[in-house]
């Protein structure tokens, strides 16, 4: 590993900033909010009397995008007398007095493992996850190899949960060999320390560099392996096994390096021992759902479930049992799946399962994986301190773990539901023949609600290939899909007399057949979930009530409205619902009303097309004018769980016209 300190800012919180990014930087240190650092310093209380205190990283702050603030300073004079401590102190305990520690009472919560830190004499110190000391340590006779990797060098300390208990160890630990280039936790990660932050970083690469060449000069040479199994096809089966009780996003990695994992022959033994550290574990569980092929899914996942029932039962705590199943899911010849509530949380899971397989893998090569037994993993798991938090969650939201693919999503109707359906948490696939409009509306998304939360796609619906590229593209980013809004639709004017045929197949090939193809793949893709689905057709209120020299849309449109129907009635007993809307004269960000559009329904009417709103406001019974994010309300009531009773209906959004009511 490369030491990458080049500068060194005057101020120590500066420094440690400095020194969290270098180290935030490198994933085979820490990921996704692990690894924490520290710097002794003096302040002041709050009369002004000089005190000693510690800056240390907060409680799930990030290392790579680490500011000032979130390094949280505590006074030592309350902290160092804990240390001959009889009896302890439970986490909670901790907690408490810790947030009593701090110099300001507003600041940041600080790091789980502040006590580790300020226990020790050096003045800077910094504690990694990383994986080459993660792959040592979970070793069989893992003091040993830590030996003859570092010699006497390093100081090791058994496995103990991260608290108090462990911080006195490291301490004890230290006091007997001060010396020492670092030390070594076993199961959990590395800790060197030095008069600056700089010391303990050089330190700390140092001693990862040993590990990582002692590691690699033990490991086999890569061999290459191809993909043989088609992962779009799998996706959907495991993502509804998986989300039978509650919906999920997956995430799926192919990589050359996933594929190369599962093809060992002991491939299925070695996933099977356990994570490498209480934190991988209480993002990826245990163990993966590791399935050879023609493994029946729902039968594996069941086993799985069973398995870790059993797991609970045996010891038992006082918090309920969590979620039983697998995040992480391993097929060989296509790849890894992982699960979270959202994309983000598949994303964290995805990254640590990456860095599992390394670490998995070089430990085989230096005398075998091995790593926390049963008692100890189910005490991470079930951490009070952790488990406390997971009661902190707000209530999940309506479209929470959903997928939605919104047809003409890149302006007006379907714009205004890809955006409501994001706010109520669904993960959207914003689709339109217009990509780079659509990518925009996605990036706003994303920029809004995080990481992966929308996705754009080009797609023409008059294009069987395109529909059957769009949705492979959805199973591949998210797993499936569970709402549909199939919106676009073209207008076209003329009367039948002289109207060419042309028009009246470009109607035809877009307002009928492309929701037909929409909904084909739909249907498909949503039994092979065996979790349900919801259609809901843009249908236009032409269907109940045409317009003269509209004969094309109309027409077109009312096929629509029965392949609707027909959706209802083939999709019902699997619990697939469809369901139409029927809006009129949405002017807003609408490009149906072009100013062609615009002035030929004005000529028809006999009015100035500047007052074509007001003529239609004026026409509706609630003399209201109708906009898309009014539709985009109906669509959502559709699309979720509060319409769950209702299929096959019509509900008209046109602010009351009397011509227009569904009979
Ligand atoms: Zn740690």
New binding site residues.
């Given amino acids: 590993m490369k030491n990458r300190w080049a500068e060194t800012p005057e101020n120590e919180i500066d420094q440690l900033v400095y020194q969290s990014r270098l180290v935030g930087a490198e994933e085979s240190l820490v990921l996704w909010g ?3 650092n520290s710097v002794k310093s003096q302040s002041t209380d709050l009369l002004g009397k000089p005190i000693d205190v510690m800056y240390i990283k907060s409680s799930g702050s990030d290392m790579k995008t680490i500011v000032p603030k979130e390094f949280p300073a505590v006074r030592l004079d309350y902290i160092e007398p804990l240390r001959p401590r009889d009896g302890g102190m439970s986490d909670q305990e901790m907690v408490d007095y810790l947030a009593r520690c701090l110099v300001d009472p507003t600041s940041r919560r600080p790091s ?2 502040t006590l ?1 830190h300020a226990f020790l004499p050096a003045r800077a110190v910094l ?3 990383a994986d080459a000391i993660l792959a040592l340590t979970n070793t069989r006779g893992r003091e040993t190899t830590v030996r003859d990797c570092f010699g006497d060098s390093v100081i090791t300390v058994p496995y103990l949960r ?1 608290g108090f208990r462990l911080s006195r160890d490291v301490a004890d630990a230290f006091a007997s060999k001060p010396d020492a280039e670092g030390l070594v ?1 076993m199961n ?2 590395l800790i060197t320390w030095g008069e600056t932050a700089r010391d303990a970083y050089e330190k700390h690469i140092a001693l990862v560099t040993k590990g990582e060449e002692w590691l690699a000069s033990r490991s086999p040479a890569a061999t290459s392996v191809l993909s043989n199994v088609d992962a779009t096809t799998v996706a959907p089966v495991i993502r509804g096994a998986l989300g039978a009780t509650r919906s999920v996003i997956l995430e799926f990695d192919g990589s050359e390096e996933v594929l190369r994992f599962l093809a060992r022959d002991d491939a299925k033994r070695i996933t099977q021992i356990g994570p490498a ?1 209480p ?1 991988h574990l209480l993002y990826t569980k245990r163990f993966p759902l590791f399935l050879d092929a023609g493994d029946d899914v729902s039968k594996a996942l069941s086993d799985y479930v069973e398995r870790y029932k059993a797991h609970y039962d045996n010891y038992r705590s006082e918090f309920a049992m969590l979620d039983p199943h697998p995040r992480v899911v391993l097929v060989p010849g296509a790849g890894m799946w992982t699960a979270g509530k959202d994309a983000r949380a598949a994303r964290i899971v995805r990254d640590i399962y990456r860095h599992t397989m390394r670490i998995i893998e070089a430990a085989e090569g230096a005398g075998g994986y091995e790593t926390l037994n049963d008692e100890d993993a189910f005490h991470a798991e079930y951490w009070p301190l952790e488990l406390y938090k997971l009661t902190l969650l707000p209530k999940e939201k309506e479209l929470a773990g959903k997928v939605a693919i919104i047809t003409g999503a890149a302006s007006g109707i379907g714009r205004a539901c890809a955006e409501r359906f994001a706010e109520e948490g669904a993960h959207v696939v914003v689709t339109d023949v217009d990509v780079a409009l659509a990518e925009e509306v996605a990036n706003g998304i994303a920029a809004k609600h995080g990481l992966r939360r929308a996705v754009a796609l080009r797609l023409d619906l008059s294009s069987e290939d395109d529909v059957e590229r769009a949705y492979a593209e959805t199973i591949t980013a998210y797993g499936g899909v569970d709402i549909i809004v199939s919106n676009a639709g073209i207008s076209s004017f003329g009367s039948l007399d002289v109207l060419p045929a042309a028009d009246w197949d470009r109607s035809f090939a877009v307002n009928a057949r492309g929701h037909f193809l929409v909904a084909r793949a739909a249907l498909r893709i949503m039994k092979q979930q065996k979790t349900g689905g919801s259609i809901v057709f843009n249908a236009s209120k032409n269907v109940t009530a045409p317009g003269k020299e509209f004969g094309a849309y109309s027409v077109s449109k009312a096929a629509e409205a029965q392949l609707c129907r027909i959706v209802a009635l083939e999709g019902g007993e699997f619990g697939i619902r469809a369901n139409m809307l029927n809006p009129d004269a949405i002017f807003g960000g609408s490009r149906f009303w072009s100013d062609e559009m615009r002035s030929m329904r004005a000529t028809a009417y006999g009015i100035e097309p500047s007052l074509l709103p007001d003529f239609y406001r004026n026409r509706t019974l609630l003399k209201t004018e109708v906009t898309a994010d009014d539709v985009a309300e109906a669509a959502l009531f559709l699309a979720g769980p509060r319409s769950s009773k209702t299929t096959g209906a019509m509900v008209p959004v046109d602010g009351g016209v009397k011509e227009a009511f569904p009979r």
Wanted: net charge negative; hydrophobic share 20%; no cysteine.
């Fill in positions: 692990g690894g924490n789980i493992e580790l504690h990694t996850h991260p936790l959990h990660g550290t934190d």
